[in-house]
């Protein structure tokens, strides 16, 4: 499979625990997204990749969130004691990223579900 | 702040009906893509619209662009029970190519 994929499918942790989550994009695409999605809303934006530097966090990532792509492959992201708000569908996409405007085609893999209890 | 407005929010209805649901927002874009997830699943891709006014096609799914390039369309003929999912409109954030703003979805659920 070539696809996007993500590790854990599911999470189950307690508060305050710390969690990872890893991203394997589609090989030849340099940017890597991370997206959470919560019950009835539509992904959010949290940060980007190209290749292995972030280029952007949105004010949603907190300080206890963290993102790596350290070879500019596969990505993870952390969460330090977790909260219950944290609980949500973690996305991860990659893109090729083509020309200004021209139309950001984005990848997704099946996600990684969270549950903090 | 960009927005994207999908309406209806929700929609039921019977297997064979058409329907149409809606992705507004009051800044013109560059493109717009449409995507469907399925439950525990994430967004797959279903089509980018470029120009405005363009209709794209998808065996029953017709997807159109606005004129104005601030608006779009999905109409399903004979909705059968797989279309049912999260229909999710997409667009760059002030049209960067680098960063994907999503609506808060249409749930679309088809009964047999």
């Known amino acids: 499979d070539t696809g996007v994929s993500q590790d854990p499918r599911h999470k189950i942790t307690k508060r305050g625990q710390n969690v990872t989550f890893r991203c394997d994009p589609i090989s030849e695409h340099n940017r890597l997204y991370w997206y959470r999605q919560t019950l009835g809303q539509g992904p959010e934006f949290l940060t980007y990749?190209?290749?292995?530097?972030?280029?952007?966090k949105s004010r949603l990532l907190s300080d206890r969130f963290s993102a790596e792509r350290p070879k500019g492959s596969f990505s993870t992201l952390e969460i330090q004691r977790t909260e219950q708000g944290d609980s949500a569908m973690y996305l991860c996409?990659?893109?090729?990223?083509?020309?200004?405007?021209?139309?950001?085609?984005?990848?997704f893999g099946q996600g990684t579900r969270l549950t903090v209890v | 702040t960009q927005l994207l407005e999908q309406s209806p929010q929700f929609l039921s209805i019977q297997e064979g009906e058409n329907l149409t649901v809606y992705c507004n927002s009051s800044?013109?874009?560059?493109?717009l893509q449409w995507y469907r997830q399925e439950p525990g699943e994430g967004p797959v891709l279903l089509v980018t619209v470029v120009t405005g006014g363009e209709v794209k096609k998808l065996k029953r799914l017709t997807f159109q662009f606005g004129d104005a390039r601030k608006d779009s369309s999905l109409h399903i003929t004979a909705a059968q029970p797989g279309d049912t999912g999260l229909y999710l409109c997409a667009a760059p954030y002030e049209n960067r190519d680098d960063k994907i703003i999503f609506g808060k979805g249409t749930r679309l659920h088809i009964l047999p």
């Open positions: 800044s013109v874009f560059s493109s």
């Open positions: 996409a990659s893109s090729l990223g083509y020309g200004q405007g021209g139309g950001t085609e984005a990848f």
């Open positions: 990749f190209q290749n292995e530097a972030q280029l952007e």
